[in-house]
Nanobody, 124 residues
């Protein structure tokens, strides 16, 4: 499956962005999905994950209560609504698909397919 993330940009602290991840090649409904981010000089960090059905989600501690992951399997698209953005949220955001459909993976190695990333910049 090929993934393409988009929707990043420059936003002021306290603002919001909505990232999208479009899939092609295979239907997203076969995969658990996730968002990760990576800031310069830092390791790739788990942001949010969602089960195949969308019934289960998981979030990194730093984004709980501010970010919401969702999916529309009919549109083959994954979303990440990011509210109350902070300077420390600035990073390249990646969407990913996991062939482990029975739960919500949270680790990089549990994901099999990755999008190219979209830059999120937060000005303070």
């Amino acid at each position: 499956v090929q993934l393409q993330a988009f929707g990043g940009g420059l936003v002021q602290a306290g603002g919001f962005l909505r990232l999208s991840c479009a899939a092609s090649g295979r239907t997203l409904s076969r995969y658990a999905m996730g968002w990760f981010r990576q800031a310069p000089g830092k390791e790739r960090e788990f942001v949010a994950g969602i089960s195949v059905s969308g019934g289960s989600t998981s979030y990194g501690d730093s984004v709980k209560g501010r970010f919401t992951i969702s999916r529309d399997n009919a549109k083959n698209t994954l979303y990440l609504q990011m509210n109350s953005l902070k300077a420390e949220d600035a990073a390249v955001y990646y969407c990913a698909a996991s062939g482990r459909p029975l739960y919500v993976p949270t680790r990089v190695y549990e994901y099999d397919y990755w999008g190219q990333g979209t830059q999120v910049t937060v000005s303070s």
